[in-house]
């Protein structure tokens, strides 16, 4: 029998485990990576909880080592985005922007898209200003930075652009879901300020680049300018090269032949690096399993 051509959409932690342990069993996978490979973790300040770093390690010095093993093992990554896909009786189509790639098997590691705020929340001229992650913010400097929500990512990225700028955290009520080392390193951090029920009610561009929010506070309503606003406001499946018939078909996508769901994509609320990998290497198994059983 000839190899079947796997194809992996999204070069996160979950996509390059699977890449890797797929090209060791000699599948060659095509991994497609939309933006950098790394995925999310890129954004974190300090991974504690991934086996093998005491003292934890950077998501940037993280990513940067899954790097070098992707590019250790030959893994065949194309920076293109997957904008569709069509599932055939036998096999899929994907398309990206330039080309068609017919595959045997489908590896879905595409992850999470923010929550962002309601659109007619947002002028047009202050998009630029608000973020949802803090890779492209790491040279800003000197800035006053807003960020509402309460979990783990409005704490870490609190802490990270801290050390170079004055972040306040508004949390709309008094409910905080970040862990605890973050809390506690958030509260000793001199330039970051935590304000429990402030709700974000509009926003609006003044002074060529700044931003005022209004909010609503426990003794009424209260005015800020900043040069930036971070929304950490929660995360959902990223299924946006999916078609909406397959998604109403099948709305876990679990009963697809030869598709598989992993990583964050897959994991509701047990988003972690070390799930996502595990989850890879799981993955590339059972197809190995799978072909060797044909
Ligand atoms: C601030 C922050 C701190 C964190 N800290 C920790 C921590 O300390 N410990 C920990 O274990 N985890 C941490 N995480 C969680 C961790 O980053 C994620 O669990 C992990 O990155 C999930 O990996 P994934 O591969 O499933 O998805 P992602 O990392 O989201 O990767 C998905 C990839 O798919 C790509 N993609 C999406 N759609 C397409 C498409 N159509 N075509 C091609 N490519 C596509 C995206 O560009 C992205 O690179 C943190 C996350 C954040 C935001």
Redesign the pocket.
């Known amino acids: 029998m000839t190899d079947p051509s796997v194809v992996i959409?999204?070069?996160?932690?979950?996509?390059?485990?699977a890449a890797i342990q797929l090209q060791r069993y000699g599948l060659h996978p095509v991994l497609?990576?939309?933006?950098?490979?790394?995925?999310?973790?890129?954004?974190?300040?300090?991974?504690?909880?991934?086996p093998g770093f005491p003292g934890?390690i950077t998501?940037r010095e993280l990513v940067g080592l899954f790097r070098r093993q992707v590019e250790q093992f030959a893994v065949d990554v194309r920076n293109?985005?997957?904008?569709n896909f069509d599932v055939q009786r036998q096999g899929f189509t994907l398309a990206?922007a330039t080309t068609t790639h017919q595959a045997d098997i489908v590896l879905l590691?595409?992850?999470?898209n923010p929550i962002r705020l309601p659109d007619g929340m947002v002028p047009e001229d202050c998009i630029n200003l608000i973020h949802c992650?803090?890779v492209a913010l790491r040279e800003l400097r000197d800035r006053r930075v807003a960020i509402i929500g309460a979990g783990?990512?409005a704490f870490?990225?609190a802490l990270?652009l801290a050390n170079k700028n004055d972040v306040v955290i508004y949390n709309r009520s008094a409910r905080i879901r970040a862990m605890s080392p973050l809390i506690s390193r958030v509260q000793m951090h001199p330039h970051i300020n935590y304000e429990l029920d402030h709700e974000l009610i509009s926003l609006q561009r003044v002074n060529e680049d700044e931003l005022e929010l209004t909010l609503t506070g426990p003794d009424g309503e209260v005015v800020g300018v900043f040069d930036r606003l971070i929304c950490?406001l929660g995360?959902s499946p990223?299924l946006?090269?999916i078609p909406e018939s397959v998604v109403e078909d099948n709305p876990d996508l679990r009963g697809i032949e030869n598709l598989y769901i992993?990583?964050?994509?897959?994991?509701n609320l047990y988003?972690?690096?070390?799930?996502?990998?595990g989850?890879?290497v799981r993955t590339a198994m059972r197809i190995w399993d799978r072909l060797e059983l044909k």
Do not use: F, K, M
């Not at 293109?80 to 904008?83: F, K, P, Q």
């Open positions: 959409v999204g070069g996160g932690p979950a996509g390059i485990a497609y990576e939309a933006n950098e490979l790394g995925g999310l973790l890129r954004n974190a300040n300090l991974v504690e909880n991934y934890g998501g293109e985005r997957v904008l990206v590691a595409t992850g999470t992650e803090v783990d990512a870490d990225y990270q950490a995360r990223n946006d090269c992993l990583g964050d994509l897959a994991n988003r972690q690096t070390s799930i996502a990998v989850d890879g």
